[in-house]
């Protein structure tokens, strides 16, 4: 069985804030695996903020730029947040941002791209490194592109024009007036940067992540004793759900909590008197998906010193 730790413990405790003993209970369960433990609590109805699990874990910054009918989103992630206030990266994520548009979203190909007053992107990075003192790196880019209408950008937590925390794109196909899709792109932006959906519509939603909700699902009907025929209906039921609040199309607004995103855009379409499309979305949440290193100065100190002791378990 693997070793449960305090740190361990005290991991889960803050990305789901579930109570102590019950995240050690998790871990037991689960032998030490984080992202089970998260599941199982989940499973047991005991997590009070699920979506902690995704929680931002990184720093740096999250960079938008739109040309024309064309947008790009790029992440560039640094070790503390005092860089994201450095004007030297701040220009290199504008940069990348503006490459991506040129170059694509391969993430090597844009490393090996000229970088604007000489270099490639990748020996400009090095040089930021060694200048700012701390280590940083290209994570990730998307593009947007739409033959007519508007690609409309928005940045939320933003620190300077086009970079911030939370870099949004939406895409929309239509012959509506410029001001008409840039006022309903916005809206619609601002929503997904709160709301989070995790694709366009509910067929276009990961099978992978579709079967591990089902595998939740089953262990909270199966906790509530009902006959097995009734448990299949709770779970199918709970799948709906999910399927609804996790694509863009089919959410509840944020802007009034009641009416489906597809019905704002048909409600655009007809003052405009033409189709409006939302044809596609970009969602950069800096640091999305990373694990943080926790860092122990005392354990570190203990360590240099060569008196390191064994972490208690828990």
Not at 111 to 128: F, H, I, M
Not at 167 to 191: C, N, R
């Amino acid at each position: 069985m693997a070793e449960i730790t305090a740190a361990s413990v005290k991991e889960l405790r803050e990305r789901t804030g579930a109570g102590m003993m019950d995240c050690k209970k998790a871990l037991a369960e689960t032998n030490g695996d984080m992202e089970a433990a998260i599941d199982w609590l989940r499973a047991k109805g005991l997590s009070a903020a699920a979506k902690k699990a995704g929680r931002t874990a990184a720093e740096g910054l999250v960079g938008v730029v739109v040309e024309g009918n064309r947008g790009a989103a790029v992440e560039v992630n640094s070790e503390t947040d005092f860089v994201a206030k450095n004007e030297i990266f701040q220009d290199f994520v504008r940069n990348i941002a503006k490459l991506a548009l040129e170059r694509g979203t391969d993430i090597e190909a844009l490393g090996a791209a000229d970088y604007p007053g000489g270099g490639t992107v990748q020996e400009k990075l090095t040089d930021n490194i060694a200048k700012i003192g701390e280590n940083q790196s290209l994570r990730r880019a998307d593009v947007l592109e739409v033959s007519e209408g508007a690609v409309v950008p928005y940045v939320h937590n933003q620190v300077a024009p086009g970079l911030g925390k939370i870099g949004v794109l939406v895409a929309l196909e239509s012959a509506a007036p410029a001001e008409t899709l840039q006022a309903l792109g916005k809206q619609i932006a601002m929503h997904v940067a709160a709301a989070h959906p995790l694709a366009l519509t509910a067929d276009e939603l990961d099978p992978a992540l579709i079967e591990r909700e089902r595998g939740i699902a089953i262990e909270k009907a199966k906790e509530s004793g009902k006959p097995a025929n009734i448990v299949e209906k709770m779970v199918e039921g709970g799948l709906a759900k999910f399927r609804k609040e996790s694509a863009l199309l089919s959410q509840l607004f944020v802007m009034d909590n009641k009416t489906p995103v597809s019905d704002v855009v048909a409600a655009a379409a007809k003052d405009a008197g033409t189709v409006v499309k939302l044809a596609a979305f970009v969602r950069f949440q800096l640091g999305e998906g990373i694990e943080k290193e926790q860092s122990d100065f005392a354990a570190e100190v203990a360590a240099a010193a060569g008196t390191n002791k064994p972490e208690p378990v828990v």
